[in-house]
């Protein structure tokens, strides 16, 4: 069994890279990174994954988050019994994670994805429960069993076996796209293991106070995938539009605006 970690790199170097340093520095020996660059120019990452004798692709620009995953499947020739983690260019895997990975996947052979506990400000993130209308987090792990379940892609696991017969919605840029995959799995009967030893620290976009005209091209983004989200399965129009606007209302009272 092999462990392909697919690594979305945006402008950035691989050497400022969390996620890269922290794949260099594990003692894990069935760990293969594949460094997908979206970055909007050239950081050198090319020579530092031939350095490293890491695959690498560029996108030639921002091609968005679902491109990247697809191109890096369509480029991958996995086994069935390899798995496929997905990380951000700022994912650190803790010391266990490989180790406990590997452990789940042969205690669990029905399983079909395995999601680490994620914190962002010491808050569980991920996973979460998935509402009618919203994501909702939780305290606890217990608080998700037998519901329906959601979850972010950092660090996220998933049986190779599943990508002969799934893709990433390209219509989605940058969000939604790890929940629409979420809602595939649960339409389709897949098994979802918690990793309740693994713990994984993120920090996202909405935990720092960005400038107000980063803040509003980060939630045009937002508002656009959400739109397409929503109305793919199906939610309520207009409510979509109020969850928008609450987190447009949200941002302009955080945002730095100096």
Not at 100 to 128: D, G, W
Not at 140 to 160: D, F, H, P
Not at 224 to 231: G, V
């Amino acid at each position: 069994m092999k462990i392909y970690v697919i690594v979305v790199v945006y402008n950035k170097t691989c050497r400022n890279s969390v996620t890269c340093n922290s794949l260099f520095t594990t003692t894990a020996n069935q760990i293969y990174p594949f460094i997908i660059d979206n970055s909007t120019s050239n950081f050198g990452n090319e020579a530092y994954c031939a350095e490293k004798g890491w695959q690498y692709c560029s996108m030639d620009g921002n091609k968005g988050l679902s491109r990247a995953y697809n191109r890096a499947l369509d480029l991958l020739h996995p086994t069935i019994e390899d798995l496929i983690v997905l990380a951000d260019d700022d994912t650190e895997f803790p010391e266990n994670y490989f180790s406990e990975l590997i452990y789940q996947a042969k205690m669990r052979p029905s399983a079909a994805v395995f999601l680490p506990i994620v914190l962002s400000s010491k808050r569980m993130i991920s996973p979460a429960l998935y509402g009618k209308y919203r994501i909702r987090a939780v305290n606890a792990v217990e608080e998700l069993s037998g519901r329906k379940i959601t979850a972010i892609n950092s660090g996220m696991a998933v049986r190779a076996e599943i990508y002969q017969s799934y893709r990433y919605d390209e219509r989605l840029f940058l969000d939604y796209i790890d929940h629409d995959f979420m809602q595939w799995c649960r339409q389709n009967k897949k098994e979802v293991c918690i990793m309740e030893r693994v713990t994984l620290k993120q920090t996202f976009f909405s935990d720092s106070r960005p400038k107000r005209d980063k803040a509003l091209f980060r939630q045009k983004i937002f508002s656009k995938d959400f739109r397409r989200y929503a109305s793919k399965w199906g939610n309520n129009r207009v409510i979509t539009e109020l969850q928008i606007l609450k987190r447009r209302i949200h941002l302009e009272l955080t945002c730095d605006r100096h």
